[in-house]
């Protein structure tokens, strides 16, 4: 494919929307409780947008080249001194090199770094019976399409999530402080291949207090 990004659908049964504007960005539309692979070249921008307000999305990025190397939360929190990036800050890989730039940011700027991707394992604890839609079955499924396969499931960049935090450590899971259309826009900084999920999470409030979840849009330009 010679567009500027590769788009695949994760699930073979649920179709994803496609458009391109007359600027040449692409615009696709990640399924609500599922999730998106996309291979994006060094030095494209890529947008996410909180399409309802409400939707947190988890994010991946793995070096192309190289699955091993990924963003690493840990890391980035290191590199730019703090728990939540700003609009210039460059997220960091498990080697510590730069993957991704914050560009722009027209959300309230409350994006997670702390909180693990959710599986069957954390529905469970809450009282889930049965199988449930999860970020990690999300990145595995979406990254199997593109025929690779992640290292591990490392701790995603929770875009969107509102976890506040307090000084004596203690954490909260609140509804998302964003509006409908918000986004949170990075550019590239080595081929890579992005994963987005829609997070599946029902039972508590991180995506509004109706718990619907809802999809959200990835603009490749």
């Not at 990145?139 to 025929?147: F, N, S, Y």
Request: proline share 6%; net charge negative; charged share 20%.
């Amino acid at each position: 494919m010679t567009a500027a990004a590769t788009l695949i659908q994760i699930n073979a049964g649920q179709a994803w929307q496609k458009e391109q504007d007359h600027m040449g960005a692409t615009k696709l539309t990640i399924p609500a409780r599922k999730g998106l692979a996309v291979r994006i070249e060094a030095g494209r921008t890529f947008s996410i947008v909180n399409t309802h307000g409400t939707q947190v999305v988890d994010s991946w990025a793995f070096n192309g080249a190289d699955m091993a190397e990924f963003m690493s939360m840990e890391h980035s929190r290191a590199g730019f001194r703090r728990l939540c990036s700003r609009v210039g800050d460059s997220y960091l890989t498990n080697k510590r090199r730069p993957i991704v730039t914050v560009i722009d940011d027209t959300s309230p700027g409350r994006h997670d770094t702390l909180i693990a991707a959710c599986d069957v394992y954390r529905y469970q604890a809450l009282g889930h019976v049965g199988h449930h839609d999860n970020c990690t079955e999300n990145l595995r499924d979406a990254l199997a399409m593109l025929g690779l396969v992640p290292p591990e499931t490392p701790a995603p960049l929770n875009l969107f999530m509102n976890i506040p935090w307090e000084p004596n450590g203690d954490l909260f899971w609140n509804e998302p402080m964003t509006m409908p259309g918000d986004a949170i826009t990075f550019r590239a900084e080595m081929d890579l291949v992005a994963v987005f999920s829609t997070c599946p999470m029902d039972l508590l409030p991180i995506n509004g207090k109706d718990g619907v979840i809802r999809d959200a849009e990835i603009v490749v330009n």
